[in-house]
């Protein structure tokens, strides 16, 4: 669940799920009893933040506690550099107690989602795209569904990810890219109308930016989804 407290761990077949309380690590919080793992990403508000991190510490905690064979988290790409954006600090927060709580921990770092995207999906008229980025500066990017993915190879093989922190993507687009894509795909017209590039996080993906590697990464796990035929598939199904 992204709101509310309880929550649950997915764990392998043969195994049982557990259910606890994000914001307490034991007594009453996160329980395991010999589960394979845990598994946890949270997307938050700026004045969720605070709660994203006592959470995040309260599942590393109850994890070593509970002595769970493995322990995945997805973070974000550039949480392990200095990149002055809070809900990036928020997650480098986390990894760092991890690090010290449960060095053999998997911390996935995804990148820009194409999921957020969909937000312009049902334009009929004119699409317009109004984003405060640089028109030809390519976007890395990942479905959501493929972390899933790629967090579930981390429980089904997890002595090929111990202690792995890695960046994940699927596609690298520029923004006049997704445009045209999306006048490709859907027929209906598209064009970017780039805003002042203001805020921290903007301005971030201007000068740094996420930087995955693409090719291994496609290498690694080949089914990766694109951009183009992720836009497909998941308009074919709305």
Not at 129 to 156: H, T, Y
Request: hydrophobic share 40%; net charge negative.
């Amino acid at each position: 669940m992204r709101g509310g407290r309880p929550w649950e761990v997915d764990v392998r077949p043969g195994g049982e799920s557990a259910q606890g309380d994000r914001d307490q690590a034991a007594p009453g919080g996160p329980r395991f009893g010999g589960e394979r793992g845990a598994s946890r990403s949270w997307i938050c508000s700026e004045e969720e933040l605070a709660t994203e991190v006592r959470r995040g510490i309260a599942l590393a905690d109850a994890a070593r506690t509970a002595d769970a064979a493995h322990l995945v988290y997805s973070s974000v790409d550039g949480a392990e550099r200095a990149t002055g954006i809070d809900h990036f600090e928020s997650k480098t927060r986390i990894e760092e107690h991890i690090a010290g709580t449960f060095p053999s921990a998997t911390i996935l770092r995804p990148v820009f989602f194409m999921d957020n995207l969909l937000w312009y999906a049902d334009a009929t008229d004119e699409r317009v795209l109004e984003l405060p980025v640089v028109p030809d500066r390519p976007m890395q990017m990942i479905a959501a569904s493929d972390i899933g993915r790629i967090a579930a190879a981390a429980f089904a093989e997890p002595e090929a990810y111990l202690g792995t922190r890695l960046a994940i993507a699927g596609d690298a687009v520029s923004f006049e890219q997704v445009a045209a894509t999306y006048q490709q795909v859907t027929g209906v017209r598209t064009r970017l109308a780039p805003k002042p590039i203001e805020e921290r996080m903007y301005q971030w993906f201007a000068e740094d930016g996420y930087q995955a590697d693409i090719p291994t990464l496609r290498t690694d796990f080949p089914w990766l989804q694109r951009f183009d035929a992720f836009l497909r598939k998941a308009l074919s199904a709305r």
